[in-house]
Nanobody, 125 residues
Framework: QVLLVESGGGLVQPGGSLRLSCAASGRTFSSYVMGWFRQAPGKEREFVAAIGRSGIITYYADSVKGRFTISRDNAKNTVYLQMISLKPEDTAVYLC??????????????????WGQGTQVTVSS
């Protein structure tokens, strides 16, 4: 069992930055591909970013490429999402997720083993 707890969400103006964190319990954190999804009101959940088990391979949705950076610290059992140049359309609940998929690139379409509870990000002036 892995418990994922997100933090770092909030209200930010367009063009601003936020860093989300996702702390995981358990000793097997490094055995999972980790990533982030988001869900805006009235919209389907969408893939944002994923990072491989060693932290070397990363993969992003086109909508966030160049603005968001995913990273992980296996010693701290934590995955991060650094977000810059935020836009109103980035407003959503951001959810951390863990997958046993063998390939990072398939994270967005693979079964998710564990979900966090989500953290709200609101981009508004």
């Amino acid at each position: 069992q892995v418990l994922l707890v997100e933090s770092g969400g909030g209200l930010v103006q367009p063009g601003g930055s936020l860093r989300l964190s996702c702390a995981a319990s358990g000793r097997t954190f490094s055995s999972y591909v980790m990533g982030w999804f988001r869900q805006a009101p009235g919209k389907e959940r969408e893939f944002v970013a994923a990072i491989g088990r060693s932290g070397i391979i990363t993969y992003y949705a086109d909508s966030v490429k160049g603005r968001f950076t995913i990273s992980r610290d296996n010693a701290k059992n934590t995955v991060y999402l650094q977000m810059i140049s935020l836009k109103p359309e980035d407003t959503a609940v951001y959810l951390c997720a863990a997958s046993e998929t063998p390939r990072t690139i398939t994270f967005g379409a693979s079964p998710i083993a564990y979900w966090g509870q989500g953290t709200q990000v609101t981009v508004s002036s």
